[in-house]
């Protein structure tokens, strides 16, 4: 793989990607350290009409000697519409898909696209991060150590891999010396976020997560729709963790997207078709304390109380909950399961969160 691809640096293309017989872009952008590769297993999986586009920002995937110059996200998104060029977002329709730091990023490239009067995505996905609105380390779940961008070696990797797991590729020295400084340029990035606006949006907006991510609570999922207009999704993705992972819920659009996969088959502008299997729950999604307070509020009515199902009848969520509470009764299995996997190096952005 090298930057001499049809559209320069800024891209990664997935091995393999179609030439011809493209109906829709999907734009990835990857999270804090990863190399756009993370996101190439997508397309065997993805409808044959989707051309696979990841992001590859500097300092990392084949781009790894490059320094990151942006001081700020909204700097970023200018600096990657800049390098990819409007005439690929003209081409063809094209939707954006931002994994937590990505999230963010790809947000404020939707923003810029608008500031420029350049075509606009069909759709914004956004995973596995909090709202916009909610930037600011105040709001960071990981209120132990809510910034790392800051802290010396020994304490940034106790954090980090606390956090997100221990990773048995980040346990050499000589790879923690390379790799620290692009990851805690990343968290810079990350924690003095200002959104350049907070303007509704006229894109249809859908945010995703896992179930358990700590990373993202459920109710900073569901402020997304502060910002989304008129046209707002919330999905949820449940038993995305196998024995075998070191990591966290927080990595399941690469280490088990299976269900991901499926729904945005489905989910797709202009190319979706219907694909069985797992499409995730729909949100907002009923946390534990609040699951907890349904049973017990449920668990007073003659003869319910063995069925979760059906102690929440009469309810203060009536038969929305009723509902929601029943599709995470149901059991789904994957097709899929990419744990990380040790040597196979900073090239494919497996190193990272």
Avoid at 72 to 79: F, G, I, K, V
Wanted: aromatic share 10%; with cysteine.
């Amino acid at each position: 793989m090298n930057h001499n691809g049809r559209y320069g640096p800024w891209l990664a293309e997935a091995p393999g990607a179609l030439t011809s017989g493209v109906a829709l872009r999907l734009f990835c952008v990857p999270p804090v350290g990863m190399g756009g590769a993370a996101f190439h297993p997508w397309v065997k999986h993805l409808p044959r009409s989707v051309e696979l586009l990841s992001v590859e920002l500097p300092g990392r995937g084949f781009r790894l000697s490059e320094a990151m110059t942006a001081k700020s996200l909204p700097q970023l998104a200018r600096d990657v519409l800049d390098g990819i060029g409007r005439e690929t977002f003209v081409d063809l329709p094209f939707v954006l898909f931002g994994h937590s730091f990505g999230a963010w990023l790809a947000y404020e490239m939707l923003q810029e696209l608008l500031r420029r009067a350049w075509p606009r995505p069909l759709k914004l996905y956004v995973s596995a991060n909090r709202a916009v609105s909610l930037s600011g380390s105040e709001h960071d779940p990981d209120q132990v150590q809510p910034e790392l961008a800051q802290l010396g070696a020994d304490r940034f990797w106790q954090h980090f891999e606390r956090r997100y797991g221990i990773n048995p590729d980040l346990q050499h020295s000589y790879v923690r010396d390379h790799v620290r400084g692009i990851l805690q340029n990343d968290f810079t990035l990350l924690e003095n976020y200002i959104p350049s606006t907070l303007e509704q949006l006229p894109v249809p907006l859908c945010a995703l997560c896992a179930k358990g991510d700590a990373r993202c609570r459920p109710e900073q999922l569901t402020a997304w729709n502060q910002v989304a207009g008129d046209s707002f999704q919330e999905r949820w993705f449940q038993d995305v963790m196998k024995p075998e992972f070191w990591a966290t819920e927080h990595r399941y659009v690469f280490d088990n997207p299976s269900s991901l996969l499926c729904f945005l088959s489905n989910d797709l502008p202009l190319v979706c078709e219907e694909v069985p299997g797992d499409t995730g729950l729909p949100g907002p999604l009923v946390t534990e304390p609040e699951l907890q307070e349904l049973r017990c509020s449920g668990a007073s009515g003659a003869g319910r109380r063995g069925s979760t199902v059906d102690s929440l009848q009469g309810s203060r969520c009536g038969e929305w909950c009723q509902a929601r509470c029943f599709d995470r009764l149901v059991s789904t299995g994957n097709f899929l399961a990419h744990p990380p996997k040790a040597g196979q190096g900073l090239l494919f952005g497996n190193l990272v969160p």
